[in-house]
């Protein structure tokens, strides 16, 4: 498959719901057993990259079909978390009983402490979102443009204007690029996508960086920045509390970023974990994340679109998995220097 289709791949799924082929999506109905055993685990550790707002969200979905399990959330920028895993995994102290996982690559190299699982759906899932028969893109979350009503009265239409003499210091926000798999899938955009020398030419307006998306979603809100590139999950919620923020997905393309999600072999509660994971890969979970939460989904038929989301005119980029994994280090490496951000 061309790289091309492989990038396009998700946007023409999306339009497969204008086109009317998605249906009402049926409720996930999991086998009595699998709930009954869940149930007298009673509860389930979950470590997540994901924001904190958007997985409370999540769990509390989750919990009122299922209300005897209770979840505990680690939540950890992408690189802390995989360390946090890997010092826990290498002293046989791994707490956690689903991982969730901005960066594939990294949760590839990973893949031996996870268990073999699938949902009962797999079949419906893109194979392109898929890096391993243990891992499964739980979320699929999307790049957007935000910024402040009541900074901005020229606003941006597209990632070029990110690049325009004329902001202030500081008046555009930035998430690091070495922040975990959604910032590095932006990134990896910018310089195939929009160019070369985009990083050279954003970096010379001087934005503040910050080190994820959901301090810089609060920065914007409250004015410390006026437009800040972030993933739509992190600012649709605060738009919809009344946030003086507006959205949109920029014409030049929408990265997109397919998460890894697994159970580990070492989990204390596996049923806990595999009920929470069949859920939330259901037409029924994948429904609540796109329809609340803003996201998209990997499922080859959607069963809804987000809020925003023109699956006719965006353009939906997925990285190449083999230089999302490939060429990390180096890019990263090089980013930090452009941007002049040192760890």
């Known amino acids: 498959m061309s790289r091309l289709s492989r990038r396009t791949l998700l946007a023409a799924s999306a339009g497969l719901v204008v086109a009317g082929r998605a249906q009402a999506f049926a409720p996930f109905t999991p086998p009595a057993a699998l709930v009954a055993a869940a149930q007298k685990e009673g509860r389930m ?29 680690v939540r950890a920028s992408g690189g802390q978390l995989i360390t946090r895993i890997k010092t826990e995994a290498a002293a046989g102290k791994l707490a956690a009983d689903v991982i969730d996982h901005s960066d594939r690559g990294l949760m590839k190299e990973i893949e031996a402490i996870f268990a073999d699982y699938a949902p009962p759906n797999a079949t419906d899932y893109l194979p392109e979102a898929l890096i391993s028969p243990k891992l499964w893109p739980r979320l699929t979350p999307a790049w957007s443009i935000a910024y402040n009503t009541e900074l901005v009265k020229a606003p941006p239409k597209s990632w070029m204007d990110l690049t325009r003499p004329g902001y202030e210091k500081g008046a555009i926000g930035q998430v690091i690029a070495p922040s975990g798999g959604t910032t590095w899938t932006r990134i990896m955009f910018e310089r195939q996508v929009l160019g070369e020398d985009y990083w050279a030419r954003q970096a010379a307006t001087k934005p503040a960086l910050y080190p994820s998306g959901a301090p810089l979603a609060d920065a914007l809100v409250r004015g410390e920045v006026s437009i800040a590139p972030l993933i739509y999950n992190a600012i649709l919620p605060k738009k919809r509390d009344g946030a003086p923020v507006e959205i949109f997905f920029p014409p ?6 397919p998460y890894a999600t697994g159970i580990p072999k070492t989990a204390a509660n596996p049923n806990a974990a595999k009920l ?19 996201n998209l989904t990997s499922l080859k038929v959607p069963p809804f679109i987000p809020e925003g989301f023109d699956p006719k005119t965006a353009k939906v980029w997925v990285p190449k998995f083999s230089e999302f994994a490939g060429l990390r280090d180096k890019w990263l490496e090089e980013w930090n220097t452009v941007y002049g951000y040192r760890q």
């Not at 030049?252 to 970023?257: A, L």
């Not at 929470?276 to 979970?285: A, M, P, T, Y």
């Open 45 to 73: 550790v979950y470590y997540t990259a994901s924001f904190t707002e958007v997985e409370q969200e999540v769990i509390g979905a989750f919990n009122k079909r299922f209300p005897g399990i209770r979840v505990e959330m």
């Open 252 to 257: 030049e393309g929408v990265p997109i970023v």
């Open 276 to 294: 929470f994971l069949d859920w939330s890969l259901s037409e029924e979970g994948q429904a609540f994340t796109i329809k609340d939460q803003g």
